[in-house]
């Protein structure tokens, strides 16, 4: 039996490889235009992407290298991702996976549209997974969503947070800080009126004086340290005396300009409403830009660095005329920066002046030495959007599912609550099969299709690879639905043994049960396999789960072998799939119309694991008399799991909890020993 599975599944899915990290070729075809592949700047593999004027324009990169968060099959997701420099993606496409879900379930392609939605998000925004299960609360305009993919979330939920972990790693070692967060934006109406003095008394306007003499001690002891002459003559004049004023804000922007400017700056501003205005008022030699300038593009004597980042910086092709009680300046000129880089005017960033010599009078040799002044805008004239601090993914996961949650424990607790305290009366009750079956409906319907709590041993052999191979164990967060389940079916096994989970808890047991129903309904001969098979066969199940632990850690074959379950087949993707998959999973089910719960018995690697994990149990809890067994072999022959001994005692290894031996046990007109004794008492 287990041959012939593991044959099918190898037949119809091929092992896949493990995915290492991109060679260079193959990554450069993976760039779209107008990006093309740069340098690799990490040995992880995070390349710098460049755009066709040669600047460099972001990085890209795989995740499972930097954040190999793993899934559901115990195997992280491989995503590449590309980044601007301003954090915003450009692309996130989906490389390798093991996703049970996904491999051969719901197929890939809805994976591969989750990742489209992340093109021109940006790594700073609060991005969150939208929830399958509800609308959620999707009230607050400060959060991003994302679709989730129905009977997959808990899968998209490990991707996503895989991008985000990589992609904030890459910012934080690569973009240094420039990039931490949505740039302020000026106050565009007035705030306070200003004048001059008040700039330079409030540090609106910062001074920036390089003198002849600061020129000299750069050059001095190089091929140009005399090729100043005016430099040695006046070493107090200055070189350079520049006053810069962020003129973004309404306030700053009136106190220097004139009317005219003023309205110029308000087109401008209204056009690229991202770019920030700022003025440059000087005096001395070196003047703001050379003789070849050309206007509307970059000063190539003044650069910008924010976070040790080159920043771009523009004229603004501006006529500047300042306002009255502004000093005059020989030099007056308004350049942009582009807060969509990255820019943030309220922290700290840099303007470096370059002053240059020439030694020579035919083709002279140029030598530059750079002076930096540190500038900051006050924050009370910007607004500042405040990153909503994002919520922990087990939090997120629990809230979208809070109302499911709810349902979940009140059934669980009022079922645990009827087998610790009123098994008895439960099984005695007149209609006890029809209680029994609505329970399975409810299991079947809303643990099973609504709420995908189908435990599995995917499950169990994903946790095996992260203890042995020191994985975290988070994945198991993504899912709380079915943690819960797992929590409670694990703690059951030492009072109950598997039974809990296995008679009352299974969807799949479930639907198996409802077909061995419908074969009695419709009158089919009900088979039962002889005694000395059944405790063969059921040796089978144990053989199943060896050889799944046995290649855990062979996930391009495990992958294929965990198909012995019919589980996803049946309950995840509700027989959407490929017919071969569903034709596997309803042999069970027509087989169950005939012999009672087959998969179930024999070959559920599932029900062997909990099978030996109710080794744990500590109390026999289905009471015995000792007259079970000899004489009476009532509860032994209507026993349709074959649990009981012929000594009538109870095998909780292969006990679903069905209760059928405790009515018998407890009913006076059923047990013989209760029926003999109350022959003796009445003949007395």
């Given at each position: 039996?287990v041959?012939s599975?593991?044959?099918l599944?190898?037949s119809?899915?091929?092992?896949?490889?493990?995915?290492?990290?991109?060679?260079?070729?193959?990554?450069?075809?993976?760039?779209?235009?107008?990006?093309?592949?740069?340098?690799?700047?990490?040995?992880?593999?995070?390349?710098?992407?460049?755009?066709?004027?040669?600047?460099?324009?972001?990085?890209?990169?795989?995740?499972?290298?930097?954040?190999?968060l793993?899934?559901?099959?115990?195997?992280?997701i491989?995503?590449?991702?590309?980044?601007?420099?301003?954090?915003k993606?450009?692309?996130?496409?989906?490389?390798?996976?093991?996703?049970?879900?996904?491999?051969?379930g719901?197929?890939?392609?809805?994976?591969?549209?989750?990742?489209?939605?992340?093109?021109?998000?940006?790594?700073?925004?609060?991005?969150?997974?939208?929830?399958?299960?509800?609308?959620?609360?999707?009230?607050?305009?400060?959060?991003?969503?994302?679709?989730?993919?129905?009977?997959?979330?808990?899968?998209?939920?490990?991707?996503?947070?895989?991008?985000?972990?990589?992609?904030?790693?890459?910012?934080?070692?690569?973009?240094?800080?420039?990039?931490s967060?949505?740039?302020?934006?000026?106050?565009?109406?007035?705030?306070?009126?200003?004048?001059?003095?008040?700039?330079?008394e409030?540090?609106?306007?910062?001074?920036?004086?390089?003198?002849n003499?600061?020129?000299?001690?750069?050059?001095?002891?190089?091929l140009?340290?005399?090729?100043?002459?005016?430099?040695?003559?006046?070493p107090?004049?200055?070189?350079?005396?520049?006053?810069?004023?962020?003129?973004?804000?309404?306030?700053?922007?009136?106190?220097?300009?004139?009317s005219?400017?003023?309205?110029?700056?308000?087109?401008?501003?209204?056009?690229?409403?991202?770019?920030?205005?700022?003025?440059?008022?000087?005096?001395?030699?070196?003047?703001?830009?050379?003789?070849?300038?050309?206007r509307?593009?970059?000063?190539?004597?003044?650069f910008?660095?924010?976070?040790?980042?080159?920043?771009?910086?523009?004229?603004?092709?501006?006529?500047?005329?300042?306002?009255?009680?502004?000093?005059?300046?020989?030099?007056?000129?308004?350049?942009?920066?582009?807060?969509?880089?990255?820019?943030n005017?309220?922290?700290?960033?840099q303007?470096?002046?370059?002053?240059?010599?020439?030694?020579g009078?035919?083709?002279?040799?140029?030598?530059?030495r750079?002076?930096?002044?540190?500038?900051?805008?006050?924050?009370?004239?910007?607004?500042?959007?405040e990153?909503?601090?994002?919520?922990?993914?087990?939090?997120?996961?629990?809230?979208?599912r809070?109302?499911?949650?709810?349902?979940?424990?009140v059934?669980?607790?009022?079922?645990?609550?009827?087998?610790?305290?009123?098994?008895?009366?439960?099984?005695?009750?007149r209609?006890?099969?029809?209680?029994?079956?609505?329970?399975?409906?409810?299991?079947?319907?809303?643990?099973?299709?609504w709420?995908?709590g189908?435990?599995?041993?995917?499950?169990?052999?994903?946790?095996?690879?992260?203890?042995v191979?020191?994985?975290?164990?988070?994945?198991l967060?993504?899912?709380?639905?079915?943690?819960?389940i797992?929590?409670?079916?694990?703690?059951?096994?030492?009072?109950?043994?598997?039974?809990?989970?296995?008679?009352?808890?299974?969807?799949?047991?479930?639907?198996?049960?409802?077909?061995?129903?419908?074969?009695?309904?419709?009158?089919?001969?009900?088979?039962?396999?002889?005694?000395?098979?059944?405790?063969?066969l059921?040796?089978?199940?144990?053989?199943?789960?060896?050889?799944?632990?046995?290649?855990?850690?062979?996930?391009?074959?495990n992958?294929?072998?965990?198909?012995?379950?019919?589980?996803?087949?049946?309950?995840?993707?509700?027989?959407?799939?490929?017919?071969?998959?569903?034709?596997?999973?309803?042999?069970?089910?027509?087989?169950?119309?005939v012999?009672?719960?087959?998969?179930c018995?024999?070959?559920?690697?599932?029900?062997?694991?909990?099978?030996?994990?109710g080794?744990?149990?500590?109390?026999?809890?289905i009471?015995?008399?000792?007259?079970?067994g000899?004489?009476?072999?009532?509860?032994?022959?209507?026993?349709?799991?074959?649990?009981?001994?012929?000594?009538?005692?109870?095998?909780y290894d292969?006990?679903?909890?069905?209760?059928?031996?405790?009515?018998?046990h407890?009913?006076?007109?059923?047990c013989?020993?209760?029926?003999?004794?109350?022959?003796?008492?009445?003949?007395?």
């Amino acid at each position: 039996m287990v041959a012939s599975v593991i044959l099918l599944a190898v037949s119809v899915t091929a092992a896949a490889a493990e995915t290492q990290t991109l060679d260079q070729e193959t990554l450069a075809g993976k760039i779209e235009p107008p990006f093309v592949l740069d340098e690799q700047i990490d040995p992880r593999g995070i390349w710098t992407i460049r755009d066709l004027s040669g600047d460099k324009a972001g990085f890209v990169f795989q995740t499972r290298p930097l954040a190999p968060l793993p899934g559901f099959s115990g195997e992280p997701i491989d995503v590449l991702v590309t980044l601007d420099r301003d954090g915003k993606f450009l692309n996130a496409e989906l490389l390798h996976h093991n996703e049970p879900i996904f491999v051969s379930g719901l197929g890939v392609a809805p994976f591969h549209e989750f990742m489209r939605q992340y093109r021109g998000l940006s790594i700073f925004d609060p991005l969150t997974v939208g929830i399958p299960y509800g609308a959620g609360d999707r009230d607050s305009s400060a959060n991003v969503y994302l679709d989730g993919v129905t009977k997959a979330t808990a899968s998209v939920r490990i991707a996503h947070e895989s991008i985000l972990a990589a992609s904030l790693g890459v910012v934080r070692e690569q973009m240094r800080g420039i990039a931490s967060g949505p740039a302020a934006t000026p106050i565009r109406e007035p705030v306070e009126n200003l004048t001059w003095d008040d700039l330079v008394e409030q540090g609106i306007a910062r001074r920036f004086l390089i003198t002849n003499a600061d020129t000299e001690a750069a050059f001095a002891g190089t091929l140009w340290e005399d090729d100043d002459p005016e430099a040695k003559d006046d070493p107090d004049g200055a070189y350079l005396d520049l006053w810069i004023i962020d003129i973004g804000p309404d306030s700053v922007a009136a106190a220097v300009l004139d009317s005219e400017t003023m309205t110029a700056r308000n087109t401008l501003m209204a056009v690229s409403d991202y770019d920030e205005p700022i003025l440059l008022l000087a005096n001395g030699r070196h003047g703001l830009v050379s003789e070849s300038f050309v206007r509307n593009t970059s000063p190539d004597l003044l650069f910008l660095h924010q976070g040790d980042l080159p920043l771009a910086l523009r004229d603004g092709d501006i006529e500047v005329e300042v306002a009255q009680g502004v000093p005059d300046f020989e030099h007056r000129m308004i350049v942009r920066t582009d807060r969509r880089m990255g820019f943030n005017p309220i922290s700290d960033w840099q303007l470096t002046a370059r002053a240059t010599r020439r030694h020579g009078a035919f083709m002279p040799e140029i030598g530059v030495r750079d002076f930096t002044s540190v500038q900051a805008a006050p924050a009370k004239f910007f607004r500042t959007v405040e990153r909503p601090k994002p919520r922990p993914i087990w939090v997120e996961s629990i809230l979208a599912r809070k109302t499911d949650l709810i349902i979940l424990g009140v059934f669980l607790a009022v079922l645990i609550a009827a087998m610790l305290f009123g098994m008895s009366r439960l099984a005695a009750m007149r209609y006890y099969t029809p209680l029994r079956l609505g329970t399975l409906a409810f299991v079947l319907g809303f643990i099973g299709w609504w709420g995908q709590g189908q435990l599995s041993i995917v499950t169990v052999i994903g946790t095996l690879r992260a203890a042995v191979e020191g994985g975290s164990f988070a994945f198991l967060l993504y899912d709380p639905f079915s943690l819960v389940i797992w929590a409670v079916v694990l703690a059951s096994l030492f009072y109950w043994g598997r039974g809990l989970f296995c008679g009352w808890l299974c969807p799949f047991g479930a639907m198996q049960e409802f077909a061995h129903h419908i074969g009695k309904a419709l009158r089919l001969p009900q088979i039962r396999v002889p005694e000395r098979w059944d405790r063969r066969l059921k040796w089978i199940k144990y053989c199943a789960l060896a050889v799944l632990i046995g290649t855990a850690f062979w996930p391009a074959v495990n992958d294929t072998l965990v198909e012995v379950e019919p589980f996803k087949t049946s309950i995840t993707v509700g027989f959407n799939r490929e017919w071969i998959y569903v034709s596997y999973a309803a042999f069970w089910l027509l087989l169950g119309l005939v012999v009672f719960k087959s998969f179930c018995r024999y070959l559920c690697p599932l029900g062997a694991f909990l099978a030996l994990g109710g080794l744990l149990r500590r109390r026999d809890w289905i009471a015995r008399r000792a007259d079970c067994g000899s004489p009476c072999q009532l509860c032994k022959v209507r026993c349709k799991y074959g649990a009981i001994e012929p000594s009538g005692a109870v095998r909780y290894d292969e006990c679903f909890q069905c209760l059928d031996c405790v009515t018998i046990h407890d009913d006076k007109t059923q047990c013989v020993p209760l029926i003999l004794a109350a022959r003796r008492e009445a003949a007395s």
